[in-house]
């Protein structure tokens, strides 16, 4: 502001300093100014604290965020856990609930808190303030408040001096019990502001000697201003200006002071040289003048300051003013001028002072009623959301009671029905009685008539036993070796009756294609059959026969294909047919068929190794399939698997073949399919026991995958590396269990390392997992394979009506096979469905099943 003459101006800021912008001199003292409530921070850090409710604390934050003068702030909050927590509409002591349902109701707590805090740090941001939240969680928030203050060390505390229902204009002192205790309790070196809607209410201040030292709330009162904030009001000012400090007066009083002062700086001048010692000691001690002047309030917007006019001063003009002047009229017109011009400024100065407390508080008075028209407002929105929830509840509950109304009428109708079915029932079940009676006599005498048969088959069977005793001796005299004598085993057929059960090899029957040649289905001698017909120009055909005949004539295994018979004259094979293809097929899911479910494929995963550990493991020459494949890989109609085409298989003995480290292969030109064949096979010819493991990893991993085999050893790797194994897994097998899958996929891989060496024992290592996995999920037993070979007959081997190893097992027309005396009884004893199935018999024929007669000799005699 700028110095008109000799007058001064001083400046009370809002944080208490005063400025001096007039004249050189010196300020002796101001006494008891009170200027507008502000904080002053030590360690730059004030800390507010906040109600879980924003509307609550939101006015107290904007107090602290006004006054906060550029310092940091901190959002202060103690959460305390709800005793009662609300489930299922009603609400429950948390030590009466579980410990699952409090933590998590816990949870919800402290994302709720967590929400509102970060809405007062949006309202920080929004004011321009950095701001940060500090937050502890007990059961008291008075207590909670003393904690982080002495935790934390808090010097600047803000909160609430009580809720905003109890805030009155005329509230000089703390209300909350909270506001109380902290304000009892805190630290000492804490100085803390109690707010009440926006307004500072009691202060207490920090104390060094260890005491509280309070300060009531402040005179003045906050009057709301469109553009210029508060108004302080001062209590009383009271100034001692020393020698020429003058006060900055309006207008006539300023213009009389001036002229004042020029007259007597001029009679000063021209009478210094003529002073008498008498005169100056005369005038040291008269003439001392002390107008005193009323104070006089002024508000610049612009600088934000407050300027003053003071109460008393003292003016001692003996020094500047010479005997002539201060004895003469002259001074008496002059100070009666200046106490009129006094007057009337005081009196101006009072009714603007009136003016604008009267202003203020009208103001005030609007603000007020503003507040409380909104306050209605959203106390009425609030009524209206209500209400309209209550009518939503209403008609919900409403629809929900005619609901149960028609459920209701249902449930009697569906009682009456019930009732009237239980009537029914009822003369049912006494003529179904009736029926009993009569069945369990034919039960009975079927059950005699069945004991009969059996002691006539066990009569029969010590006969066949030494028939077999007999034929084996005459057959290790003979020392049988050619694949002439080999086939008397089987059952030779002849072109004409291929041709017969192929109807001349018609189309429609045709149901494969193979290298070796085409595949149909047939039926010979009531028996459903594949036939496998040479091509004309295949040149391994004869030599792929001769091989098929040779190995499957000496060995039997429920997982290994049965051949039935052969025709030599057209190079055919005649096997088992297996209604359900092959495994490619149903990993393809062709012709729309059901796909495996996992438990399927990890029990055809143990079947194909059990398979494979039979031919390796065969005496006196180990057995090397060497085209495993899933095309090669059949389903019967139980699903079980059968090993089929060993049409390139090698037959493994220790002579020239073997090498120094007494592992057996055959060195050969590759042959088989290339993605299951093994690399170092490959690169070195020699077909070994390792070359199967290699095809099985690439077929397990096929059977987790459903995918293609070619590329799909690194895939899985990168799933595996990358944890995505999951994704990876066939879909179409159902919710596979991850650890039995990841424990596979790992055995699959070691099974495919491209250094055979590094492949896994089949028996030691492979067929225990699956074993364990395949128990594990209850799967059905139709092997058993132990330490020293087979021990358990397989499913195919046991009658499913005396539950006993067949002895002469015949097809029924349902398909499945029979001890023929179980059957016999079966149908002569009424029954005209099927055993298994319960089906309707087509026919009640049964035909000797010799391919399973034979496998059964061959098990048992290797027991």
């Given amino acids: 502001m700028a110095v008109v003459d000799d007058t001064m101006t001083i400046y009370v800021s809002s944080s208490g300093s005063v400025r001096n912008t007039g004249v050189p001199g010196t300020m002796t003292s101001i006494t008891e100014i009170v200027e507008e409530p502000s904080i002053n921070v030590v360690n730059d850090t004030i800390y507010v604290a906040v109600a879980k409710d924003v509307k609550d604390s939101q006015l ?32 429950f002591p948390a030590s009466s609930l579980k410990e699952q349902e409090v933590q998590a109701y816990r949870e919800i707590e402290r994302q709720s808190m967590h929400k509102t805090l970060d809405e007062y740090l949006r309202t920080c941001q929004q004011m321009g303030v950095r701001a940060e939240k500090l937050h502890i969680e007990m059961d008291c928030i008075e207590k909670g408040i003393i904690e982080l203050i002495s935790q934390y060390n808090i010097q600047e505390l803000v909160m609430g001096a009580a809720s905003n229902k109890h805030y009155s204009r005329r509230m000089m002192d703390l209300r909350s019990k909270k506001a109380i205790y902290v304000c009892e309790q805190a630290p000492t070196s804490c100085r803390i502001q109690f707010i009440c809607k926006g307004f500072l209410i009691h202060t207490r201040n920090r104390n060094s000697d260890g005491g509280n030292v309070d300060v009531t709330s402040p ?52 009478g210094l040289s003529r002073r008498s010692p008498s005169i100056s ?36 003009l003996h020094d500047s003013s010479p005997p002539s002047i201060l004895d003469g009229g002259t001074y008496d017109t002059l100070y009666d001028q200046l106490e009129q011009v006094m007057a009337e400024a005081e009196n101006a100065r009072r009714d603007a002072y009136h003016e604008i407390v009267r202003r203020g508080k009208a103001e ?56 009237d079915q239980k009537s029914l029932l009822g003369s049912q079940i006494t003529s179904n009685e009736l029926m009993i009676k009569e069945l369990e006599e034919k039960i009975i005498s079927a059950v005699d008539l069945l004991r009969d048969y059996k002691d006539e088959r066990d009569e029969l069977q010590m006969q066949r036993d030494n028939a077999l005793r007999e034929a084996e001796e005459l057959r290790r005299k003979q020392g049988e070796s050619s694949s002439t ?73 429920p997982n290994l294909i049965t051949l039935i018979g052969a025709c030599p004259e057209s190079w055919t094979l005649v096997y088992e047919f297996l209604p359900n293809g092959s495994l490619e097929d149903r990993l393809c899911c062709k012709d729309n068929t059901a796909p495996l479910s ?31 494949k899933p095309s090669n890989i059949l389903l019967d109609a139980n699903l079980v698997s059968k090993l089929s085409d060993f049409g390139i298989c090698r037959i493994l003995s220790c002579g020239d073949s073997c090498s120094n480290n007494n ?36 077929i397990l991993l096929r059977i987790l995958t459903g995918r293609s085999a070619l590329g799909i050893v690194k895939e899985v790797k990168y799933a595996l590396d990358t944890g ?105 004893s009424g029954h005209d469905t099927s055993p298994m199935t319960n089906s309707k018999l087509s026919h009640y024929n049964i035909v000797p099943n010799r391919a399973i007669h034979s496998a059964i000799q061959d098990w048992l005699q290797t027991q």
């Avoid at 107090?63 to 299922?88: D, F, T």
């Fill in 219 to 270: 005179s003045v009162q906050e009057v709301p201003n469109s553009g210029a904030g508060h108004l302080p009001q001062l209590r009383s000012q009271s100034f001692e200006l020393g020698q020429n400090h003058f006060v900055k007066l309006t207008n006539p009083a300023q213009e009389l002071f001036r002229r004042v002062r020029s007259s007597n700086d001029g009679h000063e001048s021209d």
């Fill in 281 to 316: 000691s005369t005038r040291s001690h008269n003439c001392s003048v002390e107008p005193v002047l009323t104070p006089n309030l002024i508000i610049e917007g612009s600088e934000n300051a407050v300027e003053l006019t003071l109460s008393n001063f003292s003016l001692d």
């Fill in 598 to 628: 996992w438990q399927s494929r990890i029990r055809i995963s143990a079947e194909l190794c059990s398979a494979l550990i039979f031919l390796h493991s065969s005496k006196p020459h180990s057995i090397v399939h060497g085209d495993l």
């Fill in 485 to 557: 004598q080999v086939l008397q085993f089987f059952s030779e057929f002849s072109f004409l009756e291929i041709e017969e059960a192929t109807r001349k090899f018609d189309p429609n029957l045709k149901i494969g294609e193979g290298g070796y040649g085409s595949i149909f289905k047939g039926l010979m001698r009531h028996t459903e059959v594949a036939i496998k017909v040479l091509h004309a120009d295949s040149m391994q055909g004869p030599s792929e026969f001769q091989q098929e005949v040779d190995v499957l004539s000496k060995i039997r295994h």
């Fill in 724 to 828: 995505k194994l999951k994704t990876l897994l066939d879909p179409l097998a159902g919710d596979w269990p991850f650890v039995q899958a990841e424990q596979l996929t790992h055995l699959a891989l070691r099974c495919c390392e491209m250094n055979r060496n590094s492949r896994p024992d089949l028996h030691s290592d492979v067929w225990r997992m699956l074993e364990l996995m395949r128990a594990s999920y209850g799967g059905a037993n139709t092997f058993g394979l132990g330490s020293q070979g087979f021990h358990q007959p397989p499913a195919c081997f046991i009658c499913p009506i005396f539950q006993e190893i067949m002895s002469n097992p015949h097809v029924a027309a349902d398909g499945f096979t029979y001890e023929a005396e179980a059957i016999k009884g079966w149908l002569e």
């Fill in 663 to 698: 592992t057996q292969f055959w060195k050969t030109d590759p042959k088989g399919t290339f993605v299951y064949m093994d690399p170092e096979f490959l690169a070195s010819g020699e077909l070994t026991p390792k070359s199967d493991v290699y095809s099985f990893g690439i």
């Fill in 364 to 419: 005030k008075e609007a603000i007020d009623a503003i507040r409380k028209v909104k306050t209605t407002e959203i106390s009425y929105k609030e009524e209206l959301k209500l209400r309209k929830e209550l009518e939503e509840v209403l008609e919900k509950e409403k629809e929900e009671l005619d609901n149960m109304k028609s459920e209701r009428d249902k449930v009697k109708e569906e009682l009456q029905h019930v009732l």
């Fill in 60 to 91: 107290n934050l904007i107090w602290a965020l006004q006054n906060s003068r550029g310092n940091k702030v901190c959002i202060l909050h103690v959460h305390v856990p709800a005793a009662m927590i609300p489930l299922m509409g009603a609400k």
